[in-house]
C-alpha cells in the first residue's frame, strides 16, 4: 500500500485559562520567569497529549511561549531589536510592532529549548516553528537598514542560524511561516525566494511554509519557486477556491501541498463528510502522497475544546479517505 | 510654505498615558457604556489630537479621524447600497479593514462627516482641513455586486460624494482634501478617474486638495495637473520618482509634499527634510508647497507621529530661512 494524506496543524495551539492568567499577571510583576515557564510547559504538554490522542502524524508544540510570532523573536533578538508602541491593526485590536534598531545578528538559540522538551513527550516527529525574514521585517519598523532588502536577507541569516541548531538538536521538519510573503510581490517575490534560499541553505531537515490569507492568486504560481518541500494554504477559507490556481498551472511535483481544511475563525467543527469532500476534490489534482491534510491557521484563536472537535473531525476524514483509497498513513 | 498632515492620526497614546478610546470602544461593544458616553470620549481624544498636532507647529490640522474606523467603513456604513464584509489588507500595510460591498444602488443620504468638521473647528485654533475618500478609492477597496461595470459604480460615487463635498463645504471647512491613493495602482484607469474626479467637484468652490500615496505619479503626469483641484498631494516617500517626476512639466498647482515617513519609526532629521524641499524648490516654489507626512500618521505609534511632525515644523522652519 502507498502512503498519504498525512495529518499535521499549522503551529499554534489555544491556550488554557491558567496559562493566559499566568502571562499576564507575568507582564504585570506579580510572578517571575520561572513560574511562567512551569506553566508553558505543563500547557506543552497538553497539546502533546491532545494531538497524541487525535491522531496526527506530525506534531506540533503549540507556542505556548510565544505571543505575536514576531514579537516572540524581536524580543531575544535584544542587541538588534526593540519592542515599539503600540499601532493600531484593525477595528480596536492593537499590537506593539517591533523596531529594527541595529545590526541583526543571531545571539542565541530562541525555539531550541521548548521544541527539545516537546519532542521528548512523544515518539512522533514535532516540527520546528520558524517565523519567515520576510515577514518579520515587514511587521517590523525599520530604524537601521537602509533597504528592505539588506533588512531580510540579515535576518535570513538569523533564521538560518536558529534552524541550524533545531537541526541539531534533532529536528526532522521546520516550517518556515511567511504570512506577509503576498505583501508587495511585484516588487518583492524574488527577495522572499531569495530569503528562503538563505534559510534552508545546507540543513538536512524537511522545510514547510505556511502562506495565510491574502492575494495568494497573485504569487502563484511563482511560490513554487520557494525552496522548501511543502507549502501550505487555507484551502477552506476559500471554499477550495485554490484548485482552481492548480487546474491552470499544475504544481510542482518536487513539492507537497498542505491543504487546509478547517476553517480556524468558525466556532463550528465542519461535518467529516465536508472536510472529505475537500479532500477528495484536492485527489483530483494531487497525488496523495503528495498532499498533507492541516487546519487552514494556527489555532490559538478557537478554545480549546472546539480545536480538538475540529481536528477529531479531520483525523476522521483522513481515515476513511485512505481506507477508501487503500492508502496507509 | 506651510504644514499640514494627510489624515489619520494614532487613536491612543502609550503608558503612561491611558489609552482612553481603546478602552472606551471595549466598554461599548460590552454594553457598559452607552453611545453619549463613547461620543464624549471620541470627543475629548479629537480636541487632545488637534492641540497635539498645535503645538507640534502644525498650520492646517485634521480632525485625526478619530472616529474613523478607516477610509471606506466610514463612508460607505453612512450611505445606502453598501454591505460591510470581512478583513481585508489595506494596500501593502500591516492593517486591516472590513471591506464594503456595493450591495445595491448607492445613495448619500444626510451629511457625512458635517458634524465632525464643525466639532473639530469649534476646537481648533487653526483651519481644519476636511476629508473625503475620492470615488475611485473607495470602489477599488469595496467589492462591487450590484453594478454591471467598475466604471459605473464610480461614476455613480461620485455623483453621491459630491453632496457630502458640497455639504462640507456648507458647513465651512476651508480645505477639503479627497483622498485617492488607490489611482497609483491601477494608473491606465486615469480617464475614469478624470471624468469622476470632474464630476465630483462640478460647481463646488472651496479649495480642494488631492492626495495620493503608497507610490509615484509615474503616468499621471502632468495629466494630474489638469484635475479640478488646487493642490495635488504626493507620496515622496514610497515614491521616490516624484522627485523627478514633478520636474517634466509646469507644475502650475500647489503641491502636498510627503517628504516625512509615516510608516517608519525612523526619525527624519532637520537637515533631511530641508534637502528634501529644496530638492523641489526648482519646480514648486516655496510658498507653493504644503509640506506633510507620506500618508496618515496612525502606521506609527502615537508619541513617534508627534516627534514627526515637530521635527517636520522645524525642517520647515529652517527651510525657510536657508532657502526663503
Known amino acids: 500500500m502507498s502512503k498519504g494524506l498525512l495529518t499535521t496543524t499549522v503551529g499554534s495551539f489555544p491556550k488554557p485559562d491558567y496559562l493566559t492568567r499566568a502571562r499576564s499577571q507575568f507582564s504585570l510583576g506579580k510572578i517571575g520567569g520561572e513560574e511562567l515557564a512551569a506553566l508553558e510547559r505543563q500547557a506543552t504538554a497538553e497539546v502533546i497529549r491532545l494531538q497524541e490522542e487525535v491522531g496526527l502524524d506530525i506534531l506540533v508544540h503549540g507556542e505556548m511561549e510565544r505571543g505575536d510570532m514576531v514579537a516572540y523573536f524581536a524580543e531575544q533578538l535584544s542587541e538588534s531589536m526593540a ?12 499590537y506593539r510592532k517591533p523596531i529594527i534598531t541595529g545590526k541583526l545578528h543571531w545571539q542565541g538559540p530562541m525555539t531550541v529549548e521548548m521544541w527539545r522538551y516537546a519532542q521528548s513527550l512523544t515518539d512522533k516527529p514535532v516540527k520546528g516553528m520558524l517565523t519567515g525574514p520576510y515577514t518579520m521585517v515587514d511587521w517590523s519598523f525599520d530604524d537601521y537598514y537602509d533597504s528592505r532588502r539588506d533588512a531580510v536577507l540579515d535576518m535570513a541569516r538569523v533564521i538560518h542560524q536558529e534552524a541550524v541548531e533545531l537541526e541539531k538538536a534533532g529536528a526532522r521538519y521546520i516550517q518556515v511561516d511567511e504570512p506577509a510573503i503576498h505583501a508587495r510581490p511585484e516588487q518583492d517575490f524574488d527577495l522572499a525566494v531569495e530569503a528562503m534560499a538563505l534559510v534552508v541553505e545546507g540543513i538536512d531537515c524537511e522545510f ?19 525552496p522548501v518541500k511543502q507549502i501550505h494554504l487555507a484551502f477552506k477559507n476559500t471554499d477550495f477556491e485554490y484548485l482552481k490556481l492548480l487546474e491552470k498551472h499544475p504544481f510542482d511535483r518536487e513539492k507537497d501541498l498542505g491543504v487546509g481544511v478547517l476553517d480556524v475563525h468558525n466556532h463550528v467543527a465542519e461535518s467529516v463528510e465536508e472536510v472529505k469532500e475537500g479532500i477528495r476534490s484536492t485527489l483530483e489534482l494531487m497525488p496523495p502522497e503528495r498532499v498533507w491534510i492541516e487546519p487552514d491557521c494556527g489555532l490559538k484563536t478557537r478554545t480549546w475544546e472546539e480545536a480538538a472537535a475540529k481536528l477529531r473531525v479531520m483525523v476522521q476524514a ?11 498513513g | 510654505m506651510l504644514t499640514t498632515v494627510v489624515g489619520s492620526y494614532p487613536k491612543i497614546p502609550n503608558r503612561p498615558r491611558p489609552a482612553r478610546l481603546r478602552a472606551a470602544i471595549a466598554r461599548f461593544e460590552r454594553g457598559e457604556i452607552g453611545e453619549d458616553e463613547l461620543r464624549r470620549v471620541e470627543d475629548e481624544v479629537t480636541i487632545e489630537v488637534i492641540q497635539e498636532q498645535v503645538e507640534a507647529g502644525i498650520d492646517i490640522v485634521s480632525d485625526g479621524q478619530i472616529r474613523w474606523e478607516d477610509d471606506q467603513t466610514y463612508f460607505a456604513r453612512r450611505m445606502d ?8 489588507r489595506y494596500f501593502d500595510t500591516n492593517t486591516y479593514y472590513r471591506q464594503p460591498v456595493v450591495t445595491g444602488a448607492v445613495q448619500w443620504r444626510e451629511p457625512i462627516a458635517g458634524e465632525d468638521y464643525r466639532f473639530a473647528a469649534a476646537h481648533s485654533p487653526r483651519p481644519v482641513k476636511a476629508l473625503v475618500t475620492g470615488p475611485y478609492t473607495l470602489a477599488a477597496l469595496s467589492a462591487n455586486e450590484h453594478y454591471g461595470s467598475y466604471g459605473e459604480l464610480v461614476l455613480a460615487l461620485a455623483r453621491e460624494l459630491r453632496q457630502e463635498v458640497l455639504a462640507l463645504e456648507k458647513a465651512g471647512a476651508p480645505i477639503i482634501q479627497v483622498s485617492e491613493p488607490a489611482i497609483l495602482k491601477r494608473k491606465e484607469d486615469f480617464p475614469l478617474f478624470r471624468q469622476a474626479l470632474e464630476q465630483m467637484m462640478e460647481g463646488v468652490a472651496v479649495e480642494a486638495h488631492l492626495y495620493t500615496w503608497f507610490g509615484d505619479a509615474e503616468g499621471l503626469f502632468p495629466q494630474i495637473l489638469e484635475l479640478p483641484f488646487s493642490t495635488i498631494g504626493l507620496d515622496f516617500v514610497m515614491g521616490p520618482a516624484n522627485y523627478e517626476i514633478i520636474g517634466r512639466a509646469p507644475f502650475a498647482k500647489k503641491l502636498g509634499l510627503g517628504i516625512v515617513d509615516a510608516r517608519n519609526t525612523r526619525l527624519e532629521t532637520v537637515e533631511q527634510i530641508v534637502d528634501r524641499i529644496r530638492r523641489v524648490s526648482h519646480a514648486v516654489p516655496l510658498e507653493a508647497l504644503y509640506v506633510n507626512p507620506s500618508c496618515g500618521l496612525e502606521y506609527v505609534p502615537r508619541e513617534v507621529a508627534e516627534a514627526k511632525l515637530k521635527r517636520m515644523a522645524e525642517g520647515v522652519r529652517r527651510a525657510q530661512e536657508v532657502l526663503g
Open chain 1, 83 to 94: 519592542i515599539g508602541g503600540l499601532v493600531r491593526s484593525y477595528g480596536n485590536r492593537y
Open chain 1, 208 to 226: 514547510h511554509t505556511h502562506i495565510c490569507y491574502g492575494e495568494v492568486a497573485l504569487i502563484y504560481p511563482d511560490m513554487l519557486r520557494l
Open chain 1, 318 to 328: 483522513v481515515r476513511e479517505v485512505r481506507r477508501e483509497l487503500g492508502i496507509e
Open chain 2, 81 to 88: 447600497g453598501f454591505t460591510i464584509d470581512g478583513l481585508i
